[in-house]
């Protein structure tokens, strides 16, 4: 699905980061009372009532400023303006509107979006008769809120989930179609790849790091199935991202990844895998999508018949948490096993899709305790009454147990790799749910 982008903003000082950390639930954005604090945009996954989505925190807007850092700042609001689905345009109640509110609020009327006016710093019923006057930005009715106390905190997401309705999922318009998303760092050939793939250069290739700014959709069809490639802008360490287009490049590429089936992680051979490339990998394993690891320009390695096997060997220590995900070698420059990627997209995204009946995965619990029984943990016996599938794309798995607490981690590992082995699940991840239920339940 695609996640909706919630952005948050409005002048420096109103307590932008502080509703940040608060809708996060944990202390994300620096929080300072001294304005310009927020320089760059920072992003989380944030969830409300089962509904999830990504928000993201922006330094103040401040139109009038020449300073650069205020230029840079205003720029960076302005792209999250640009991409957000909702905004949340915080003011602060105290001061009242002020020159810079009706700037902003200009801005807003223009873009066609959701906007919700949050007004802040309301801690008491007294103060909430100062909200009236922020009817006048023409924006709507606004919402009082005391971010640092979390004061109305739901009735502000209440409208914000509200607006979603209206956010068209561009990933469901086909469930036929298989939609691949195209992740790594800058610079590993991501659109030299999709262009090898495609057969001719449909989106721009360039050696220098950070050329594709925004995720580009190619649709494309092979041996009767469809397929639609995101080649999405390299993602890169904080510290390296210099230009503030760049900087939103990531969100984008975020969001790639939640629209995709299954996901192409490029690494360079050349480099091997990089810290970024944990974190990039990671993040598409947490997102339950299906993986596939492609070592690119392996024309450029020095390599006898042992090191393919030897860098696979050295992935799957780096890459612990994708031990599921097949490898493939390629050079997107000569092509070299490129028309291969179709086919393993298609097998994993058939992996993706499996599902198991209950009755075989009973038998396969009560084979896995014949082996090897779960360990007594201080005098009580983990009991497993039955295991059945609960959904697909992930597969999805829930336990019934007697006590969840007595399942450790190293036998849901147990379980998980019975699994594998028994029916394959290759290049995709399984959860597992543990839920208690007494042995008299029927």
């Known amino acids: 699905m695609n996640k909706p982008i919630v952005a948050i903003v409005g002048r420096p000082n109103v ?5 940040f950390n608060q809708i996060g639930k944990r202390r994300v954005s620096i929080v300072d009372d001294f304005p310009g604090v927020t320089r760059d945009r920072i992003y989380m996954d944030a969830e409300w009532l089962n509904k999830q989505f990504t928000l993201i925190d922006t330094g103040g807007i401040e139109l ?3 300073d650069t850092l205020l230029s840079s700042m205003r720029i960076q609001a302005k792209l999250a303006i640009e991409e957000a689905d909702v905004i949340i345009f915080l003011t602060d109640g105290r001061a009242g509107i002020v020159n810079a509110d009706e700037d902003i609020a200009d801005i807003l ?3 066609r979006k959701p906007v919700i006016v949050a007004v802040n710093k309301i801690d008491t019923p007294k103060q909430e008769m100062d909200v009236y006057e922020f009817y006048n930005l023409g924006l709507g009715e606004p919402t009082p809120i005391g971010a640092s106390n979390a004061l109305n905190l739901g009735d502000l997401l209440d409208r914000v989930t509200e607006s979603f309705a209206d956010i068209a999922d561009t990933a469901a318009e086909d469930p036929d179609e298989i939609h691949i998303a195209v992740i790594g760092r800058p610079n590993v050939g991501k659109s030299s790849l999709v262009n090898a793939m495609l057969g001719q250069d449909r ?3 360039s050696d220098i790091p950070g050329t594709t700014r925004d995720a580009i959709d190619t649709h494309f069809s092979k041996d009767g199935i469809k397929y639609t490639l995101i080649d999405t802008a390299g993602m890169r360490r904080k510290a390296r991202i210099d230009e503030p287009i760049e900087r939103y490049s990531v969100i984008r590429s975020l969001r790639a990844v939640d629209r995709s089936d299954v996901v192409l992680m490029l690494i360079s051979g050349p480099d091997g895998v990089t810290e970024q490339d944990k974190k990039i990998a990671g993040y598409a394993h947490e997102s339950g999508k299906g993986c596939i690891l492609v070592v690119n320009k392996w024309d450029l390695v020095e390599k006898n018949s042992k090191t393919p096997l030897h860098f696979t060997e050295d992935l799957r220590d780096e890459l612990g948490f994708l031990q599921y995900a097949p490898v493939i070698y390629v050079s997107a420059l000569t092509k070299q096993r490129v028309h291969r990627i179709p086919e393993l997209i298609k097998y ?3 992996q993706q899709h499996m599902r198991i009946q209950t009755s075989v995965l009973n ?3 009560m084979d896995a305790l014949s082996v090897n029984p779960p360990p007594a943990h201080k005098g009580k016996q983990l009991k497993i009454y039955f295991m059945t599938q609960a959904d697909v794309k992930p597969p999805k798995f829930i336990i019934f147990v007697n006590d969840p607490e007595l399942m450790h ?3 849901l590992r147990f379980i998980e790799n019975k699994l594998r082995e028994s029916f394959g699940f290759e290049g995709t991840p399984l959860k ?4 208690g239920r007494k042995e008299d339940d029927e």
């Open 15 to 19: 307590g932008k980061s502080t509703l």
């Open 64 to 66: 009038e400023g020449q």
């Open 109 to 111: 009327r223009n873009t």
């Open 203 to 205: 989106v721009i290739v």
């Open 348 to 350: 994993v995204a058939e």
């Open 363 to 365: 038998q396969l619990i």
């Open 409 to 411: 981690f190293s036998y």
């Open 432 to 435: 597992l749910i543990v839920k």
